[in-house]
């Protein structure tokens, strides 16, 4: 199989490169060999290398960077998703787009007061209200419009055994710096008006052959909760023995960002549920 991954070098292309380059022909797209963002460059990519899926996990990822530098984030997260879709399209490639659970964060309305709480499905009528949402939500619509054969994955927040980059970065160190706290006996205040679920990496990287194998459209694609987040890391630290170490931040505007996953669990893909999954990744 002839694979395209785009964002190769950020935190979960590098890792889905190591996880398929030697069963697969990869194309590791990064900065420095394909600009996404330019027809030409994308058209030749395509050309020669001819990929049977492309799975596009290049963005402007970092929120306050969407939110400081909206054209920047446009360009890079809708139109270069726009182009790929296109060429995808035109090639008869299968398209997999690396989405948000961020698409949920919205304003509580009288219009949605009785389901604000309640996990995200993927078909309701969404109105993000961080830019990089919003725009992570127009890239799914004009990868649809382009490429109706395309699958959208609305991720979680990652994590995963850290690298030296990751170290250097502090990228997806969530998990890695609850394992610190348990070890070391340090305090941590945890955010409960926020609610979402959070996924070990591998799951995802697991999943993602069966994810390029299904139906088109959109799936939430990733570990399950059902609480705040000072509720599932209470929850974790209560199985290990050390819920005193868990203090609630009450500050902040709520942000429910919770996902429905059936729709991914009828077509044969399942995650571990987050309380579950961390508590192993911890105690290991």
Aim: hydrophobic content about 35%; charged content about 25%.
């Amino acid at each position: 199989m002839r694979l395209l991954i785009t964002g190769a070098k950020g935190y979960l292309g590098k890792r889905l490169v190591k996880a398929y380059e030697k069963e697969h022909e990869v194309y590791a797209a990064c900065r420095e060999n394909l600009d996404f963002t330019c027809e030409e460059q994308v058209g030749a990519v395509f050309g020669e290398f001819k990929p049977e899926v492309a799975i596009h996990c290049g963005a402007v990822s970092d929120v306050g960077e969407c939110e400081n530098n909206p054209e920047k984030s446009f360009r890079v997260n809708v139109q270069g998703t726009q182009i790929l879709a296109r060429y995808c399209a035109r090639s008869h490639t299968r398209m997999v787009f690396c989405s948000s659970d961020q698409v949920y964060i919205e304003k509580q309305t009288r219009e949605n007061a009785e389901t604000y709480y309640l996990p995200h499905r993927e078909e309701g009528r969404l109105n993000p209200l961080p830019v990089y949402g919003q725009h992570k939500l127009q890239a799914e619509n004009v990868c649809l419009n382009e490429n109706p054969d395309s699958v959208i994955l609305r991720l979680t927040l990652l994590y995963d055994v850290p690298g030296k980059e990751d170290l250097e970065k502090q990228k997806g160190m969530f998990a890695e710096n609850l394992k610190t706290a348990f070890r070391e006996g340090q305090r941590q205040q945890i955010f409960q008006n926020t609610s979402r679920g959070i996924t070990d990496i591998r799951e995802v990287i697991e999943n993602m052959e069966k994810a390029w194998k299904l139906l088109p459209g959109r799936y939430n694609f990733g570990s399950t909760y059902t609480g705040n987040m000072y509720e599932m890391i209470r929850q974790v630290f209560t199985l290990l023995g050390k819920k005193e170490l868990i203090c609630c931040q009450e500050t902040g505007a709520v942000r429910n960002m919770l996902m429905n996953t059936q729709k991914a669990e009828k077509a044969g893909i399942v995650f571990q549920d987050t309380v579950s999954a961390l508590y192993r990744y911890i105690a290991s």
